[in-house]
């Protein structure tokens, strides 16, 4: 199972986030399993408008401010009919 796809379950199940909303910290905190390296630039990586420096990554973040992201409504409707 992907980060991704981690994530959007933990958000869908209510054990991070509040309302799709994820602060960095949060997320590094949540996911301590993952090295800090990975999860300190996940979200800001997935940004649907700046994330353009890796191409290989799913953009389904927007920041909503310094170090806090709102994952797309699309995204968790998309991983819930999965």
């Known amino acids: 199972m992907s980060l991704r ?3 959007l379950d933990e958000i869908i199940a209510g054990n991070i986030g509040n309302n799709g ?5 949060e997320f590094i905190n949540h996911f301590q399993n993952h090295p800090e390296t990975y999860t300190g630039v996940f979200l800001s990586n997935s ?5 353009q420096h890796s ?15 709102q994952i797309h ?3 968790i409707n998309q991983r ?3």
């Open 5 to 7: 796809e981690e994530l």
């Open 21 to 25: 909303i994820v602060s960095r910290q």
């Open 47 to 51: 940004e649907m408008e700046t994330g």
């Open 55 to 69: 191409p290989t990554y799913a953009k389904f973040t927007q920041r909503v401010d310094i170090g806090t992201y």
């Open 73 to 75: 409504p699309d995204a």
């Open 80 to 82: 819930r009919n999965e």
